[in-house]
C-alpha cells in the first residue's frame, strides 16, 4: 500500500490533502490512491446541499458541520467554488466563509474549483468526497456551486440531499421546477427570519403534493443558520433519513448509483483521452477544424474519431497474436 494511503488512512491531515490535489490534478498516482482507498469507503453518510444562489448554502453548511460536532460525528466539506478565469483555481468564497473550523481537527474543509464542470460539481467531487469518507469522516457534506436548477448531477454522489430555498428571491417554486424538486430528501427554507418564509414553506408543501406517491415525503424545515435556528431539527431529519434508506435498502441503491456515475465520468474522460490523444491528436484536431469550418457536423466528426479509435485497438490485438 502507498504510504501517502496509509497516513490518509489513520487520519494524517496533511497526507489527505495531498490525495485530495493529486487526484483532482489528475496526477499519475491518482489512479492508485483510488484504487487502495476504494475498499476503506463507503461509510459515511454523504449529504449533497444545493439551490439556487443567495439562499445561504455556505452558512447553512458552517452551522450544520458545527451541529454535528456537537453530537462528536466527525465531518468533511467539500465546497465547489466557481473557478478563476484566469488561473482556473477556486476563488474559495466557501472556505473563507467557514472559517470558525479552522482549528477543529474534527472538521476538514476543502474547496474545489468547477473548471468548466457543469451541474453544480466539478469532476473531482466525487472522488475528493471518497477520500474524506476512507479518511473516517463519519459525515460528508458537498455544497454545490450555486448554480440553481441545473444542479442535479448532485444526486449522483450523495446518499441525501438538501435543496435550500429562501424568500424573497421572486418565484421560489419557478427557480427550481427544471429537476430540482424532484431530487430533494429535505426541503430547508433559509433566512427564516425574513418575510415571505412562511409562504415559501406552503408553496414548497403544495409542489410536493403534486408529486407521486413515495415512502419518502422530503419535510419542509425553516432554519436560520446565523443563528443556528433549526439547525438541530435538520440534523435530525437527516438522521432520519439515512436510517430511512438503511432499513428500506435506498442506501445500497444510491451506493450503486455513485458507483455507476463514477464508472460513467471515469469512462467518458478515458475515450476522450484515448480517441483525440496521442497518435489521433492530429486527426482530432482536423475534424475539429471542419466541424468549426461548418464543413462537418459534430455526430459525423466524433463517429469517425471513435471508428479509427476502434481500428487501431483491433489492428493492435492482431499484432498481440
Not at 408553496?203 to 419535510?219: G, K
Amino acid at each position: 500500500m502507498l504510504e501517502i494511503v496509509q497516513k490518509l488512512l489513520a487520519g494524517d491531515r496533511r497526507a489527505l490533502s495531498r490525495a485530495m490535489s493529486l487526484v483532482e490534478d489528475e496526477e499519475p498516482e491518482a489512479r492508485q490512491i483510488m484504487r487502495e482507498v476504494h475498499p476503506e469507503s463507503g461509510k459515511a453518510h454523504v449529504i449533497g446541499v444545493t439551490g439556487p444562489p443567495g439562499v445561504g448554502k455556505s452558512t447553512l453548511v458552517d452551522a450544520l458541520a458545527a451541529e454535528y460536532r456537537r453530537t462528536g460525528a466527525t465531518v468533511g466539506i467539500v465546497a465547489v467554488d466557481p473557478s478563476s478565469p484566469f488561473t482556473g483555481g477556486a476563488l474559495l468564497g466557501d472556505r473563507i466563509r467557514m472559517q470558525r473550523h479552522t482549528l477543529d481537527p474534527g472538521v476538514f474543509v476543502r474547496s474545489l474549483a468547477t473548471r468548466g464542470k457543469t451541474g453544480g460539481i466539478s469532476a473531482a467531487t466525487g472522488a475528493v468526497a471518497k477520500l474524506l469518507d476512507a479518511s473516517g469522516r463519519d459525515i460528508v457534506i458537498i455544497e454545490t456551486v450555486g448554480a440553481g436548477q441545473s444542479e442535479v448531477e448532485i444526486m449522483k454522489h450523495v446518499a441525501s440531499v438538501i435543496v435550500v430555498m429562501a424568500p424573497g428571491l421572486g418565484d421560489d417554486i419557478q427557480a427550481i421546477k427544471a429537476g430540482i424538486l424532484e431530487i430533494a430528501d429535505v426541503f430547508v427554507v433559509n433566512k427564516a427570519d425574513l418575510d415571505g418564509a412562511a409562504r415559501t414553506a406552503r408553496d414548497l408543501e403544495s409542489a410536493l403534493d403534486l408529486r407521486a406517491a413515495a415512502a419518502w415525503v422530503p419535510p419542509v424545515l425553516l432554519t436560520v443558520s446565523r443563528s443556528g435556528e433549526g439547525v438541530k431539527e435538520l440534523r435530525e431529519k437527516l438522521e432520519e433519513h439515512l436510517a430511512f434508506l438503511k432499513r428500506e435498502g435506498g442506501w445500497e441503491q444510491r451506493l450503486a448509483r455513485s458507483a455507476r456515475a463514477e464508472m460513467e465520468d471515469i469512462l467518458a474522460r478515458k475515450l476522450v483521452r484515448e480517441v483525440g490523444g496521442g497518435d489521433s491528436w492530429q486527426r482530432a484536431q482536423d475534424h475539429v477544424k471542419a466541424v468549426a469550418a461548418r464543413e462537418m457536423d459534430p455526430y459525423t466528426a466524433a463517429d469517425e474519431l471513435v471508428q479509427a479509435y476502434l481500428e487501431r485497438m483491433g489492428a493492435g490485438r492482431g499484432r498481440d497474436r
